[in-house]
């Protein structure tokens, strides 16, 4: 701010004048104790009145190259570099509107986790549930089961888990890049439209670029076989090398309790991850555990385990339909 503003004014040339004929620098005799407390007299030199004044003067009169350059705005908050997640999300998606995802606030209270704070700073929060996806991406102990409509089917036993892991890997093309891919990802709704076991797709509550709930219902494939659903709540998080994770849990929600007439699958763990290999071309993993709970032995659920990597599948097709 300029000194009009701030209240305070110069000393003036006459003012300044006055003083040099009253000042020197003052010798003065102060009785000061020293640091051990001997209480001697020591010479201590005292600034005079002038130098006050001309030192003030120096300090508040702006040079004449000051005067004459522009003002430069101090920088504001709003400009400062922002965090990695923050910023990636932005280019990405943020400042493209129509990427973004609509806010669907719900019934249920925002999640205190997701409120007053950066994305960078909620990945972190949450940095287990990605951290153990890409561990879930690894090669590591998987056990290559087959290759259908292009995708490529792992299983694998987790030490502690009765069911068996699945892992399905299939390339993607998409025309409006890894944003577009994440657009379809997201969109809850369009499942029926991809997946033929899929009787209802729901968006109960979202809040990008935090979370998203999804509610779905499933059709059983056999009669003697009750229908199935559930409840998951997804994050995403930007990685320094380029790719996404999708972290994906079991959750409730209030505006789909557990219904009479349907089994509660649950998401043991798990999510995707997205690799660009080109700027329109894509690596997908799709990886996890389920338990579809019920009846069924552990055999059973772990005979169908490979049709969990095959949604990847019906997604593809969807994928390619749309571009």
């Not at 407390?37 to 020591?42: M, W």
């Not at 508040?60 to 004459?68: F, G, L, N, R, V």
Request: with cysteine; hydrophobic share 35%.
């Amino acid at each position: 701010m300029g000194d009009c503003c701030s209240g305070a004014s110069l000393p003036t040339q006459d003012a300044v004048l006055d003083e040099v004929c009253l000042a020197e620098t003052q010798l003065v005799n102060a009785d000061v104790k020293d640091d051990a407390g001997s209480g001697e007299a020591k010479d201590v030199i005292v600034p005079s009145l002038l130098d006050q004044t001309l030192l003030k003067c120096t300090e508040e009169a702006p040079s004449a190259a000051a005067e004459a350059a522009p003002a430069v705005p101090a920088a504001s908050p709003s400009s400062a570099e922002k965090p990695f997640q923050d910023t990636t999300y932005h280019d990405i998606i943020g400042s493209r509107p129509e990427f973004v995802q609509a806010t669907i606030p719900g019934i249920m209270k925002r999640r205190p986790s997701s409120e007053n704070i950066t994305m960078q700073d909620y990945t972190e929060k949450h940095k287990n549930l990605f951290e153990k996806v890409l561990e879930l991406e690894k090669p590591d102990d998987w056990i290559f089961n087959k290759e259908d409509n292009g995708v490529r089917i792992y299983t694998k036993a987790v030490a502690g888990c009765r069911l068996l892991y699945f892992k399905g890997y299939s390339e993607f093309h998409c025309e409006k890049g890894i944003a577009g891919i994440m657009q379809k990802m997201f969109k809850t709704e369009d499942r029926p439209k991809w997946d033929d076991m899929c009787l209802e797709a729901i968006t109960p509550q979202s809040f990008p670029p935090f979370y998203k709930y999804a509610y779905v219902r499933l059709k059983s494939p056999a009669a003697i076989i009750s229908d199935r659903d559930l409840c998951t709540l997804g994050r995403s998080r930007f990685e320094p090398d380029g790719s996404i994770t999708i972290a994906i849990q079991a959750a409730q929600h209030p505006d789909h309790p557990e219904r009479s007439d349907h089994v509660r699958i649950e998401f043991v763990e798990g999510g995707y991850v997205i690799r660009q290999k080109a700027p329109k071309d894509f690596g997908i993993t799709w990886t996890g555990c389920v338990d579809p709970k019920g009846w069924l032995p552990t055999w059973v659920a772990n005979l169908a385990v490979t049709k969990q990597a095959m949604s990847l599948a019906k997604f593809k097709a969807f994928m390619n339909t749309q571009q």
